[in-house]
């Protein structure tokens, strides 16, 4: 049975209704200026220092307690992605092509919600809350920008608290891994030069969509062959662009795609191999690879200590059976950044309303969650700040 905190119960309806409101006008990464403008406004009349600006469009606010002691960081998400909503809401996105299909308006409202009820409570607390909205999650680069524009300046934080909404579990369930939880992410960008010519005269053009069939399929051996059976990593490529008519051989094609890894020295490896076997390949057929990544976040592991105080936190509000200790994810958040300089613990906060058979995934146009688990995420984020804050 879940034991959800009076105060945030009290406050379920106004979390809900700012959820929806910012489902409804969603915006971009670096370009969440609505967004931002409504965490402002609403931190600065809670009582917060605040600051915005940081990364272009990020938000942090600290608050003092009434005693001395650690600084606890609290991180919510706030963009949306480019794609079109399917759902049949009647708060669905107003914003032709873009929605909040991962759920960072509820990660947001979730933060503002625990905002308030802490601010309430800072005289009695030992210690400072520091809060961080972060933009451009979903491009892995909004934190590294926050921190690089000196999000972290004057504030020494001893932990720190992160959360996502995840329909793989139900609502009633919090979900957190031991050590390694999310992966590191690059971008890569292959692009295989040849010589163009006429569909019917194959042989005196140099064709780069063969070579970048061939060597499309080569690469899946890099997991296969080159990664350690008892390792993990995963090598996608997404996008492929190539020509312009039925009857022309193009110049070139360009791919993109993505590398995750938990090991460092083991991405090392990879992206080498990606070099060898993409250039020696398209040499092989004449042409040439130039092969360009983008390291984009470093892995995400949970602290030891930390983790402890999480899962008792959501022990408390949804009962200890229902504490799933989860497997990590090949997914990536670069919440990582700011866990390098502050030992943290990312939890997954089940939101798949019990009548789905089958939840829609995040980045899906259909994505929704059973907003009940607003309740539960802002409630793990109060009781944490209070397990590091309140005096013993």
Request: aromatic content about 4%; hydrophobic content about 45%; overall charge negative.
């Amino acid at each position: 049975m879940m034991e959800i905190s009076p105060e945030v119960k009290a406050l379920s309806a106004e979390m809900t209704s700012l959820r929806r409101d910012l489902h409804a006008h969603p915006e971009l990464g670096f370009q969440e200026v609505r967004t931002a403008g409504i965490i402002a406004k609403r931190l600065t009349g809670l009582g917060y220092t605040v600051r915005t600006g940081l990364g272009k469009t990020g938000v942090t606010g600290l608050l003092r307690g009434g005693k001395p002691g650690k600084t606890v960081l609290l991180r919510a998400d706030i963009d949306a992605l480019p794609i079109r909503e399917e759902a049949v809401v009647p708060w669905r996105s107003e914003t032709a092509g873009v929605m909040h299909a991962c759920g960072h308006d509820a990660h947001t409202a979730m933060g503002l919600a625990a905002a308030a009820i802490l601010a309430k409570e800072a005289p009695s607390l030992a210690g400072d809350l520091f809060f961080v909205f972060q933009p451009a999650e979903e491009l892995l680069i909004g934190a590294e920008a926050m921190l690089e524009d000196g999000a972290l300046e004057g504030v020494r934080a001893d932990a720190a608290f992160a959360i996502h909404v995840m329909n793989r579990w139900p609502t009633g369930t919090v979900a957190i891994c031991d050590g390694a939880a999310m992966t590191s992410a690059d971008k890569l960008t292959l692009t295989i030069t040849g010589r163009g010519g006429h569909g019917a005269s194959p042989h005196l053009a140099i064709d780069p969509i063969v070579a970048s069939a061939q060597i499309i399929t080569a690469l899946q051996t890099l997991v296969s062959r080159e990664t350690p059976p008892l390792s993990t990593a995963v090598l996608s490529l997404t996008t492929l662009k190539a020509g312009t008519a039925f009857n022309i051989i193009p110049d070139a094609v360009e791919m993109t795609g993505t590398l995750r890894c938990f090991d460092a020295a083991l991405r090392e490896k990879l992206l080498a191999s990606l070099r060898r076997t993409a250039e020696g390949l398209a040499a092989s057929l004449r042409c040439t690879a130039r092969v360009e990544s983008q390291f984009l976040t470093p892995a995400l592991r949970n602290d030891p200590a930390v983790t402890a105080v999480a899962r008792q936190v959501a022990a408390m509000i949804v009962g200890e059976s229902r504490v799933v200790a989860a497997e990590p994810l090949t997914g990536s958040d670069d919440v990582a950044y700011f866990f390098q300089k502050v030992p943290g613990c990312y939890a997954f906060v089940g939101s798949a309303k019990p009548e789905w058979s089958s939840a829609p995934a995040s980045h899906n146009a259909k994505f929704d969650i059973d907003e009940s688990a607003l309740e539960i995420g802002a409630d793990f984020l109060v009781r944490a700040a209070r397990a590091a804050l309140l005096p013993r």
